[in-house]
């Protein structure tokens, strides 16, 4: 099957598109003056594309794009370069610095973002919820997310307490679920007004003790949520820090489904986009001892029944000294169920026969911190 879709990243040294070009593929970038860019997303319908991200030097931001080349910029909060220019002239005209008015503060960076009826949502570190009814341009806060009753006792994950999972409903406007290292799985159904934490896990897992600290206990899943994916109807999935779940519910309840992979811990999670007893997840060694595949072999690990069973799939990818690591939002499908995901050493693979074989379509670009598709 050939590329239907350009490939969109975000990397820590901007936003980058691949683009099908015969049976090769042609990189563009890196966009938006070097920014780290945690995510990049398309809306085909129309004509759009934004970059999030940021820094404590920069700021948090949104990019836009009508054709990825061109970019603009919405500042969201200020950065270190806003102090330093705003009491230096010298600062000023060597950055080509200009005041700029922000409309939030203590925000370091957007993390990701979600389009879906009309709005443009945008996950924040530290972890809030912003949205946008004009494309990006300007953006309102979720208060009930803001004054969410358990926030005191939110902790930060290694890359600090981040909403990095935005998933709506496309028939329903407000029903919405929001991932957050490490507070766990957030839920609304009227809008944003309210918010319901949905961690618990199902009747019929097991919860082993272990000393863990991202660990399942006192019947919930771990709370360090690093990515969820939604199927049709109520079912979703979810890689945490320390396994993968199923639900059935739209995440009231989880069943592990962790058994039969070479480890629990692991950032992305993928599903077919028209079968959704079909998954794909990257398993890495774990936290302690080093966050690279298991045995230092690369593999893709595939469910064709909903986690029931797990099979590695190898071909195309390196075997024996391999030390990458695949991040949270670096793993996507197109609509013609082509597979992709990019590296923390800069290279992207791709699979056209739902996961069986990989190809390397791109590499040596910077450490790549998301992977989304926008259709041709």
Avoid at 10 to 17: P, Q
Avoid at 44 to 60: N, Q
Avoid at 131 to 155: C, F, I, K, V, Y
Wanted: hydrophobic residues 35%; glycine residues 12%.
């Amino acid at each position: 099957m050939a590329a239907v879709a350009s490939v969109l990243l975000g990397t820590t040294k901007g936003a980058f598109v691949l683009r099908p070009d015969g049976t090769d593929w042609s990189v563009s970038g890196p966009h938006c003056d070097g920014w780290c860019i945690n995510h990049v997303i398309g809306d085909p319908d129309h004509d759009m594309i934004w970059a999030g991200g940021g820094s404590d030097w920069s700021g948090a931001g949104v990019w836009r794009s009508e054709d990825g080349e061109n970019w603009e910029l919405s500042k969201l909060s200020k950065g270190q370069i806003d102090e330093w220019a705003a009491s230096d002239p010298d600062t000023a005209a060597f950055f080509d610095w200009k005041p700029t008015e922000v409309p939030f503060e203590n925000l370091m960076a957007v993390w990701s973002l979600h389009s879906a009826h009309g709005v443009l949502y945008a996950g924040t570190n530290p972890a809030s919820l912003l949205s946008s009814s004009d494309g990006g341009l300007t953006w309102q806060r979720n208060a009930a997310l803001d004054a969410h009753p358990s926030r005191e006792g939110w902790n930060p994950g290694g890359a600090g307490l981040v909403l990095h999972t935005l998933i709506s409903d496309p028939q329903h406007a407000d029903k919405i679920w929001l991932g957050i290292s490490a507070a766990g799985v957030f839920a609304t159904e009227d809008g944003g007004a309210s918010w319901e934490r949905r961690n618990r896990l199902s009747n019929d897992t097991v919860c082993t003790a272990h000393p863990h600290p991202a660990a399942p206990r006192d019947g919930d899943t771990g709370y360090c949520v690093h990515n969820m994916q939604r199927g049709p109807g109520d079912l979703m999935y979810q890689q945490n820090h320390h396994g993968t779940y199923r639900s059935t519910d739209g995440g009231r309840t989880w069943r592990d489904i962790t058994a039969g992979l070479p480890s629990t811990f692991g950032f992305p999670i993928a599903i077919h986009p028209d079968d959704p007893d079909m998954i794909w997840v990257v398993p890495l060694n774990g936290d302690s001892v080093g966050r690279y595949p298991p045995d230092a072999s690369a593999a893709v690990w595939k469910s064709a029944d909903g986690g029931e069973t797990w099979h590695a799939k190898r071909d195309g990818l390196p075997q024996g000294s391999c030390f990458f690591t695949v991040l949270r939002q670096s793993m996507a499908t197109d609509p013609k169920a082509g597979i992709y995901f990019g590296t923390n050493t800069g290279s992207v693979f791709a699979s056209f026969d739902e996961g069986e074989s990989w190809s390397e379509i791109a590499r040596h670009l910077p450490t790549i911190l998301s992977v989304e598709t926008l259709t041709q």
